[in-house]
Nanobody, 124 residues
């Protein structure tokens, strides 16, 4: 079992940057994939980015390609989301997720463990 705790959310201006962190505690992450999703009230959760802990394969949702970058630090068991060129449409609660499988990665149902989420607000 894996526990996830996000941090780094807050308020940013359009065009600015923020970095989110997610610390994963619990068992080995060797066979896990981890991802970031976001959700605004009244809408479905949206895929942002994912990474396989072993190998580092990444994928991104179309709205964030070229602006957001997912990465990890093995020693601290931390997942990062570097968000650049922020837009007001990026305003959402961002959650990290993990699953002990290495397939897919861009759909909510593919993830077993979830963090509590962190709010990101982008002002125009």
């Amino acid at each position: 079992q894996v526990q996830l705790v996000e941090s780094g959310g807050g308020l940013a201006q359009a065009g600015g940057s923020l970095t989110l962190s997610c610390v994963a505690s619990g068992g080995s992450l060797r066979t896990y994939k981890l991802g970031w999703f976001r959700q605004v009230p009244g809408k479905e959760r949206e895929f942002v980015a994912s990474i396989w802990w072993s190998g580092g394969q990444t994928q991104y949702g179309d709205p964030v390609k070229g602006r957001f970058f997912i990465s990890k630090d093995d020693s601290s068991r931390t997942l990062f989301l570097q968000m650049n060129k922020l837009k007001p449409d990026d305003t959402a609660v961002y959650s990290c997720a993990a699953d002990p499988s290495m397939y897919g990665g861009n759909r909510e149902f593919e993830y077993q463990y979830w963090g509590q989420g962190t709010q990101v607000t982008v002002s125009s």
